[in-house]
């Protein structure tokens, strides 16, 4: 089970960031648990899903953000978790999160096995400024698996909002079937798949030589990194960043555990 956190501050709106990228979440809205019906499903790849859900008293997001769920069983056993908000911040009232369904998983399992439209659970937040995009600044996106989840929140966003902003994203998976969004990715994404790939394109780890043509290419005022997967791919890429020359205190990790 993932620790639990503690949010404290008013909102702030993003263009007020005392300290750029750090932003305080309203206490009443994350302290708040509120109902979300799940309205649809969408398959992404074999292990994992999209679960869109109503959520009319949504306080709103910046992409990067995550959320706390529960779920209560009829004797009144809860089981919470973390899971990063899929969809870019609007006023829809409606919020996805993308599930890896997770051999075992108490909650990921009956997401993947049991959940239908209709159902109803309970999401407290947004939480976590720290590793919160608020569209202002370049940002490189590094993530693995469903790392990739608050990530494409910010690709979503940087679209919706025609932003203009630089925005590269590195997204790894073992093989195409396993890569969460391929349908979605255009030029600023570079795949990087490890086990298997279509002829012609290398099967490999990201490695320096990923980063780079980025570093090269760094805009001016250089990347902010954010970095999402795995403790093993998080320790990983961060590695590769900081011997690319990013600096330490602009890489944001965010780690599934
Ligand atoms: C900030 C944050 C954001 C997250 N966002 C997402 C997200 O967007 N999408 C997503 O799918 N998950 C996300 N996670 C992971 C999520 O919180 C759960 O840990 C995951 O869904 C497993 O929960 P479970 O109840 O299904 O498994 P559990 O019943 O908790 O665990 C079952 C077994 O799986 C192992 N296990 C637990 N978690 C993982 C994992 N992530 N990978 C591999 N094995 C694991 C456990 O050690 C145990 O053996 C996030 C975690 C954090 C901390």
């Not at 910010?154 to 079937?177: D, F, I, K, Q, W």
């Amino acid at each position: 089970m993932p620790a639990t956190e503690t949010v404290t501050g008013t909102f702030t709106p993003p263009t007020r960031f005392a300290v750029p990228g750090r932003i305080e979440v309203g206490s009443r809205a994350a302290g708040r648990w509120q109902t979300a019906t799940l309205t649809a499903i969408r398959r992404e790849t074999p292990r994992a899903a999209t679960f869109r859900f109503a959520v009319p008293e949504w306080a709103g997001h910046l992409p990067g953000q995550h959320l706390m769920l529960r779920l209560t069983a009829e004797d009144g056993y809860t089981a919470q978790r973390h899971y990063s908000i899929a969809s870019a911040p609007d006023d829809s009232g409606h919020i996805e999160l993308t599930l890896d369904h997770v051999e075992g998983g108490e909650v990921s399992g009956w997401f993947h096995t049991v959940a239908r439209p209709g159902d109803r659970v309970e999401v407290r937040g947004p939480l976590s400024g720290f590793f919160a995009w608020p569209g202002d600044r370049p940002a490189l996106l590094i993530g693995a698996g469903s790392g990739v989840v608050p990530l494409m929140s910010m690709v979503r966003h940087h679209r919706a909002r025609g932003l203009t902003v630089p925005l590269r994203l590195l997204v790894s998976a073992r093989s195409p079937e396993e890569l969460i969004y391929a349908r979605e990715y255009g030029p600023e994404t570079t795949p990087v798949l490890t086990r298997s790939a279509p002829e012609g394109v290398p099967v490999g780890r990201l490695t320096a030589a990923h980063l780079a043509p980025l570093m090269d290419d760094r805009p001016a005022g250089g990347w902010e990194a954010y970095v999402c997967g795995s403790n093993a791919f998080a320790e990983h890429a961060s590695r590769l960043l900081v011997a690319a020359g990013q600096p330490v205190d602009r890489i944001r990790v965010e780690r599934f555990g």
